[in-house]
């Protein structure tokens, strides 16, 4: 005969005892996970804290590089810190071309001919060739500086070639009258076409006078034209706008 006392000696517990020894166990574990996800939160939020302190100090520290700026007039900022800010912006690259920043040499490159010619480098008169760092003068460039030497230019004479609009474009003739004479230039749209441009396949009557105007004026100031011709050289601003007005209403 199987003693009941001693089955229930042998067992250890009660079943009521064993559910609740369990589910302590479950409770103990899940605690422990909890715990576990806790000490991990507070060690990811220490993280994005320290991070975003470091990104404030370097903050400061870039607004404190800034003190030796007194100006706003970009040719009394000092060499240095000119060349420091070109480094920070991209720049439009060619056609197809990414864009591109400049190293430090190239900046100060950029910023002493920029000195030189008295055209500001944050302005579309001038680009950089980063492919020979070289500076180069746009249209606009070129007009400000006609105007800031004194040159009396007339206004840009436009021949259409052919002269009816229904047929084929070939070629726009500019002539530009100077102090010294008369020039001409006639840009044809076989030598000039860009045709990875989008603007020179939807304007290129508008891009092949820009084209031929550009060449002309830079006979007109004997100032040389860019040595790499696209589309950056062909930036327009006020300069071109007062130098030919339809230009304004075609943009």
Same mark, same amino acid.
């Given at each position: 005969?199987?003693?009941?006392? /001693? @089955?229930?000696?042998?067992?250890?517990?009660?079943?009521?005892?064993?559910?609740?020894?369990?589910? @302590?166990?479950? !409770?103990?574990?899940?605690?422990?996970? *909890?715990?576990?996800?806790?000490?991990?939160?507070?060690?990811? *939020?220490?993280?994005?804290?320290?991070?975003?302190? @470091?990104?404030?100090?370097?903050?400061?520290?870039?607004?404190?590089?800034?003190?030796?700026?007194?100006?706003l007039?970009?040719k009394?900022?000092?060499?240095?810190?000119?060349?420091?800010?070109?480094?920070?912006?991209?720049? /439009?690259?060619?056609?197809?071309?990414?864009?591109?920043?400049?190293?430090?040499?190239?900046?100060?490159?950029?910023?002493?001919?920029?000195?030189?010619?008295?055209?500001?480098?944050?302005?579309?008169?001038?680009? #950089?060739?980063?492919?020979?760092?070289?500076?180069?003068?746009t249209?606009?460039? /070129?007009? /400000?500086?006609?105007?800031?030497?004194?040159?009396?230019?007339?206004?840009? !004479? #436009?021949?259409?070639?052919?002269?009816?609009?229904?047929?084929?474009?070939?070629?726009?003739?500019?002539?530009?009258?100077?102090?010294?004479?008369?020039?001409?230039? *006639?840009?044809? $749209?076989?030598?000039?076409?860009? *045709?990875?441009?989008?603007?020179?396949?939807?304007?290129?009557?508008?891009? $092949? @006078?820009?084209?031929?105007?550009?060449?002309?004026?830079?006979?007109?100031?004997g100032?040389?034209?860019?040595?790499?011709?696209?589309?950056?050289?062909?930036?327009?601003?006020?300069?071109?706008?007062?130098?030919?007005?339809? #230009?304004?209403q075609?943009?």
């Amino acid at each position: 005969m199987v003693n009941p006392f /001693k @089955q229930e000696v042998s067992s250890g517990s009660s079943a009521p005892e064993r559910q609740q020894l369990k589910g @302590q166990s479950s !409770l103990d574990l899940e605690a422990g996970d *909890t715990a576990t996800e806790q000490a991990q939160s507070s060690a990811s *939020t220490k993280s994005v804290l320290m991070k975003a302190d @470091q990104a404030a100090q370097r903050q400061r520290e870039e607004i404190d590089k800034f003190s030796a700026v007194t100006s706003l007039d970009w040719k009394k900022i000092p060499p240095p810190m000119l060349a420091q800010i070109l480094v920070s912006i991209p720049f /439009k690259g060619s056609g197809t071309d990414p864009d591109y920043y400049l190293s430090p040499v190239q900046g100060m490159i950029f910023a002493l001919r920029c000195f030189e010619l008295g055209l500001s480098p944050f302005s579309n008169e001038v680009w #950089f060739n980063s492919k020979n760092n070289k500076v180069n003068v746009t249209f606009e460039g /070129k007009l /400000k500086l006609a105007r800031m030497h004194g040159l009396n230019l007339s206004p840009p !004479l #436009f021949e259409r070639q052919p002269a009816d609009a229904l047929k084929p474009l070939v070629a726009y003739k500019c002539t530009i009258q100077a102090p010294h004479g008369k020039c001409e230039y *006639t840009a044809t $749209l076989k030598e000039w076409m860009v *045709t990875s441009s989008p603007v020179w396949k939807a304007k290129p009557d508008h891009m $092949l @006078q820009l084209r031929a105007a550009e060449k002309c004026l830079s006979f007109a100031t004997g100032s040389g034209s860019s040595e790499l011709m696209g589309e950056q050289d062909l930036q327009t601003g006020k300069e071109v706008e007062s130098f030919i007005p339809s #230009f304004t209403q075609e943009k």
